[in-house]
């Protein structure tokens, strides 16, 4: 199972997906999509510990990433 974990104010929420599923990759793409136009910054779990941060212009849904963590975008107040 795949994961998209998304940071909020309140700890973060965890969504499971069957990568080998069509209809849980569709859900897990429109999900992707949906958290980037909210200003979410995804990082791609890349082993051992560590995550990548991709360029804001190479920012896509990648069905073989195994866990994304969703890190909401800072707010200047």
Do not use: C, W
């Amino acid at each position: 199972m795949a994961r998209h974990i998304v940071m909020d104010p309140s700890g973060h929420s965890t969504f499971e997906f069957n990568p080998l599923s069509k209809a849980d990759l569709a859900r897990a793409e429109r999900r992707f999509k949906k958290l980037l136009d909210k200003g979410f910054v995804p990082a791609y779990q890349r082993g051992e510990g560590t995550h990548l941060v991709p360029a804001q212009g190479d920012r896509s849904f990648d069905p073989s990433v195994e866990e994304t963590i969703f890190i909401p975008a800072l707010r200047g107040g």
